[in-house]
């Protein structure tokens, strides 16, 4: 079975600084899809950034990119440059087939971004 | 383009009660979702379906959850008889075909007293 942990609960930085959040996952799959997704106050959830398991090359989306290392199974979230209106949870997804569609999260950070 | 538009936004219960919430997708979208999310928790998927056929309800608790997607647009999640721990909120969401990219509505928060 499929499994994504987060191991940071809560995370803070300071406007127009950067931060990473991690992710590791669990899988016997060799290709598959990563997602960070965001969840404002508001409870939409809101996708970030996608990467693709058999792209060696990092997503990056304006100030978010990611750093994946298949090999040790991680996917890490950048955020550069951050803003008062990144303050949210985030969360690390996978997904193992995109017939399917199933999306596996994980536990959740929340990233809170002060002035 | 309207998005995923789900009601009620909260809803309060008593254990053992009944309750139902209502999705309505992005027009053509054929694949909606049901996820649970309890406080502190990530989504799970609950129930998948494509067009008006269930993909995969392997997580849903068909003791007391139903789901139906009648004619492939408006689907509704009913709980009989609600327990406290299905307080969390219910995300809807969906997507054009599998896992193309997915919208997620704005949820309904169930709080089972």
């Known amino acids: 079975a499929q499994t994504v942990t987060q191991s940071q609960p809560e995370m803070s930085v300071q406007e127009a600084e950067t931060v990473t959040l991690s992710c590791t996952y669990d899988?016997?799959?060799?290709?598959?899809?990563l997602f960070w997704y965001k969840q404002p106050p508001s409870r939409q959830m809101i996708l970030v950034i996608r990467?693709?398991?058999?792209?060696?090359q990092n997503a990056t989306e304006n100030r978010f990119s990611v750093n994946f290392q298949k090999a040790a199974k991680s996917f890490s979230l950048k955020i550069s440059d951050s803003q008062l209106g990144d303050t949210a949870m985030y969360f690390c997804?996978?997904?193992?087939?995109?017939?399917?569609?199933?999306?596996?999260f994980g536990q959740g950070t929340t990233l809170q971004v002060k002035p | 383009e309207a998005g995923v538009a789900q009601s009620p936004r909260y809803k309060i219960i008593e254990k053992r009660q009944s309750v139902a919430f209502w999705c309505n997708p992005i027009?053509?979208?054929?694949?909606l979702y049901w996820y649970q999310q309890i406080l502190g928790q990530g989504p799970k998927l609950l129930i998948q379906?494509?067009?008006?056929?269930?993909?995969?309800d392997s997580q849903l608790p068909k003791d007391r959850f139903s789901a139906e997607r009648l004619k492939g647009v408006d689907s509704t999640l009913k709980i009989q008889p609600a327990k406290l721990e299905d307080s969390a909120v219910y995300l809807c969401?969906?997507?054009?075909?599998?896992?193309?990219?997915?919208?997620f509505g704005s949820g309904t928060q169930l709080s089972v007293l």
């Open positions: 969401a969906s997507s054009l075909v599998g896992g193309e990219k997915l919208f």
């Open positions: 899988t016997s799959e060799n290709n598959y899809y």
């Open positions: 990467q693709e398991a058999y792209k060696q």
């Open positions: 997804a996978f997904m193992i087939s995109w017939n399917t569609g199933k999306l596996i």
């Open positions: 027009s053509g979208h054929a694949t």
């Open positions: 379906f494509q067009n008006n056929g269930v993909v995969d």
